[in-house]
């Protein structure tokens, strides 16, 4: 340790992971690297390769490096700036430790995690899992939320258990549809019917999500789905507005005024998502006083329905004609990028990203605290 860390709060930032939005995640933590006020905390940066290793770079910004693909530059991980390490999953030895250091200087003391791993091991509870075993404070949702979170039909239920409106859907199985296409799309056009939208129910990223419009193409978008998941989503399409909410917070949770994804494509896919760079936020939703209190009053009732904590964003359709709102889906580590809908709502809002991240480590501490005094009274 020296002088300058002294009295200073740990962070460890945990980015890249396994998943397809290995990327998002690496312009995700350096935002975040970026905004932790350095009179307040000692960063310390974990990344995750696509392979699945852990590595603790040697400062701040290590591990993350921009480099030229083609025209323009992009943020990489550069695995040489850093060493392998493993996190202790041991709670009487807490922290990481260095795999290629000797024993008496391999051990990396945390405070507090603040994990921005999008999608699977990563925001489906799973990372979470483990830092439950390390016993160590992390930023964001726990096991069940993230979970839930991430499964769309399991969170579809919660939110229509609190009373939010969901679009009506039905939930197959790989093996049926395998087993039995022509009955399972049969049912599907008479409880359904066209358009509906296929997914897998573990998802992100508009990843094997098709709109069908017939049987041909319904017969596709399932095989599509298939190959993402063993259980299959599908629903009746909403002409609707795309509105999201910013909430932060654990027992008493706060929404940020809503905004609007008008996307650049039939719907928002991945390359309306990534690559085609025209689809439009617009920060605050130009709505009615009413709606934005409806909304907004939603968004705190989905995320308690699902018992989140620290953050998430909870993106609506608002019906075109009927003003009805219905949710489409919670994600509990969303976009956290400079130019993210999740930070950018907070802005409009009044807290600014690097207030964000500090209110987010608070969050965290107060979790922990929180969980600490249950232990106490059962023990
Ligand atoms: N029922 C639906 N009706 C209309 N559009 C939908 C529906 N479900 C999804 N979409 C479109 O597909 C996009 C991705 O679906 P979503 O469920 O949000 O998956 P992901 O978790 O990958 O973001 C949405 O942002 C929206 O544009
Ligand atoms: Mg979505």
Redesign the pocket.
């Known amino acids: 340790m020296n002088s300058e860390s002294v009295g200073k709060i740990k962070v460890g930032v945990i980015f890249g992971g396994r998943s397809g939005e290995h990327e998002v995640s690496l312009v995700s933590a350096n935002s975040i690297i970026k905004a932790l006020n350095p009179d307040k905390y000692e960063v310390i940066p974990v990344g995750i390769t696509r392979q699945g290793a852990w590595m603790v770079g040697v400062k701040p910004e290590a591990l993350l490096e921009y480099s030229k693909s083609g025209s323009h530059s992009c943020l990489a991980f550069n695995a040489t700036s850093g060493g392998k390490a493993s996190l202790n999953c041991d709670p009487t030895n807490k922290g990481l430790m260095l795999l290629d250091k000797p024993k008496a200087e391999n051990q990396v003391q945390l405070d507090v995690l603040f994990p921005i791993i999008h999608g699977t091991s990563g925001e489906d509870g799973t990372l979470q899992g483990m830092l439950e075993l390390a016993d160590m404070p992390y930023v964001g949702c726990g096991v069940l939320a993230s979970a839930v979170g991430m499964d ?1 039909t399991f969170s579809k239920r919660l939110f229509r258990d609190a009373g939010i409106e969901i ?1 009506p859907y039905k939930e197959v199985l790989r093996s049926r549809v395998k087993s039995d296409p022509d009955l399972v799309i049969s049912e599907i056009e008479s409880e359904l019917g066209y358009p509906c ?1 296929v ?1 897998p129910v573990n ?5 094997g ?1 098709s ?1 069908a419009k017939s049987r041909d193409s319904l017969k596709v978008a399932l095989e599509l789905a298939a190959r993402y998941d063993r259980k299959i989503l599908v ?6 507005r ?1 509105i999201e909410v910013s909430v932060l917070g654990n027992d008493d949770p706060i929404a940020s005024l809503p905004g609007e ?1 008008v ?1 650049c494509n039939e ?3 991945y390359s309306a998502k990534y690559v085609d760079n025209r689809s439009e936020l617009k920060i605050p939703a130009d709505l009615s006083a009413e709606t934005i209190e409806q909304i907004r009053a939603l968004a705190i009732r989905a995320y308690k329905a699902l018992d989140c904590a620290g953050m998430a964003r909870v ?1 609506f ?1 608002l019906e075109r004609g009927s003003n009805r709102i219905i949710i ?2 919670i ?1 509990t580590i969303p976009g956290f990028t400079s130019i993210s809908m999740y930070p950018k709502l907070w802005e409009a809002t009044g807290i600014s990203y690097p207030e964000l991240v500090d209110r987010l480590v608070d969050l965290a501490l107060e979790r922990y605290r929180d969980k600490q005094e249950s232990l106490a009274t059962v023990s």
Do not use: H, Q
């Open positions: 769309k679009a939208f997914k998802s992100g990223s508009s990843v999500i709109k629903e009746s399409y909403v002409n609707g795309e994804i996307p719907f928002y896919d993106d359709f489409n889906e994600n």
